[in-house]
């Protein structure tokens, strides 16, 4: 069965320093997303990404964070300078289209910030 | 702002009982989708409601979709320690999460 792929798995990094996120998604898939959930909390939507461009972004989604998708296969999130707070699981998911169509998610980068 | 309320929070049953669980808004959604979640993990995408007062069932798990498209309920029927999990109701249009309701079965 496809499935979304993140990797690394677990990421620490120091204050202020750049990471990139990285995510294949289910191949047939034309809609991306990042998510994030703090530990305990929720998870939050952070970005929706189509046809090589944001389509909807929250408003945690600050000019620290920004996504792109490389090739036929990546998509990626960066963050530019990490803060404490952005310590977090990072989930990506996938779908087929909007609306009803169900997202498919990773399992998730846990990304720590020293 | 859109918002999904979950009750509730936590829920400890033992095995072979009833429960069920709520997802409530005072926003009306033109879908919304159950996940559970394994700690570490990502949320599962378990089923999609769209029409106002579906019911879909899942094997032991009932659910529904308000007929005003505002809430969704999740019934499950004889618990097993295997649906021991973080329940998540997620709605389209503006990608919104509840806290989730995390349910323990009891062996």
């Known amino acids: 069965e496809p499935e979304v792929t993140q990797t690394p798995s677990h990421q620490v990094t120091q204050m202020g320093q750049e990471v990139i996120l990285r995510c294949v998604p289910i191949?047939?898939?034309?809609?991306f997303y990042w998510y994030r959930q703090i530990l305990g909390q929720k998870v939050e939507f952070l970005v929706s990404f189509y046809n090589n461009e944001i389509s909807e972004k929250s408003e945690i989604f600050d000019d620290q964070f920004s996504v792109e998708r490389p090739d036929g296969s990546n998509f990626t999130l960066k963050i530019r300078s990490t803060k404490l707070e952005d310590s977090a699981m990072y989930f990506c998911?996938?779908?087929?289209?909007?609306?009803?169509?169900?997202?498919?998610f990773g399992p998730g980068t846990r990304l720590t910030v020293t | 702002t859109q918002l999904l309320e979950q009750s509730p929070q936590f829920l400890s049953i033992q095995e072979g009982e009833n429960l069920t669980v709520y997802c409530n808004s005072s926003?009306?959604?033109?879908?919304l989708q159950w996940y559970r979640q394994e700690p570490g993990e990502g949320p599962v995408l378990l089923v999609t409601?769209?029409?106002?007062?579906e019911v879909k069932k899942l094997k032991r798990l009932t659910f529904q979709f308000g007929d005003a498209r505002k809430d969704s309920s999740l019934h499950i029927t004889a618990a097993q320690p295997g649906d021991t999990g973080l329940y998540l109701c997620a709605g389209n249009g503006k990608i919104i999460f509840g806290k989730g309701t995390r349910l323990h079965i009891l062996p």
């Open positions: 926003s009306v959604f033109s879908s």
């Open positions: 998911a996938s779908s087929e289209g909007t609306g009803a169509y169900e997202q498919y």
């Open positions: 409601v769209v029409t106002g007062g």
């Open positions: 191949s047939n898939h034309l809609y």
